[in-house]
């Protein structure tokens, strides 16, 4: 690895801990690559690594650190998608948001908050135990939350319930300069309101 990586994997493991950064190729072999077919996925890139946050204020420090650095940073999820998407293919780091997995549905608004690591099968069964329905099935419940956010998933009940971004009420979202953004919030639409998001 380059001298810059070798200090970010320092910088890494002061914000996460040292267990949670992965160096060794053979250990982050499952986040090099997604349900893209052989013949069409990117090759992964060598000199990587794997780091995974625990909350939004890792996240930050950690863009904030890679920005600086002018290091890319590779978000990956559940590793569902069909297009390589989450494939790292420069030297840099993968973000795995896996950590950050926790759900809190409020039963008498109808609102559910999820962390981006959260996987829509645990979206479906969080629902399920407050007797409520989380209609989206885009075919996988293994993908995370903040994949379906940022592909605006579907799946065969679109047709009937509509995609993802039907359901998004509000997003925290990290920018590459470290800075947090709270988007929207947890007010349901009616036809006198606006939604911006």
């Known amino acids: 690895m380059t001298g810059k990586l070798e ?20 250990y982050m072999e499952s986040y090099l690559r997604d349900e893209t077919p052989d013949a069409l996925r990117p090759s992964a890139a060598d000199d990587l690594i794997l780091v995974k946050p625990s909350s939004t204020d890792e996240v930050s420090q950690i863009l904030k650190a890679a920005n600086d650095m002018r290091i890319p940073v590779f978000p990956v999820g559940g590793r569902t998608g069909l297009v390589g998407g989450c494939v790292p293919t420069e030297r840099g780091i993968i973000l795995s948001l896996e ?3 926790k759900i809190e549905v409020d039963r008498e608004n109808l609102m559910a908050v999820a962390e981006a690591g959260a996987t829509l099968g645990d979206l479906i069964k969080a629902a399920d135990d407050a007797d409520l329905f989380f209609p989206l099935h885009p075919g996988d419940e293994g993908a ?23 359901y998004v009420k509000g997003v925290e979202v990290v920018l590459p300069t470290g800075e947090i953004l709270n988007l929207g919030g947890m007010l349901l639409k ?7 998001i």
Request: aromatic content about 4%.
């Open 7 to 26: 200090e970010m994997i320092e910088n890494l493991k002061d914000i996460v801990g040292e267990e949670w950064v992965v160096t060794k190729r053979e």
């Open 99 to 101: 950590r950050m997995n």
């Open 144 to 166: 995370q939350i903040g994949g379906l956010i940022s592909t605006n998933a579907g799946g065969v009940r679109a047709v009937k319930y509509g995609v993802m971004r039907n």
């Open 190 to 196: 009616t036809l006198a309101m606006i939604s911006c």
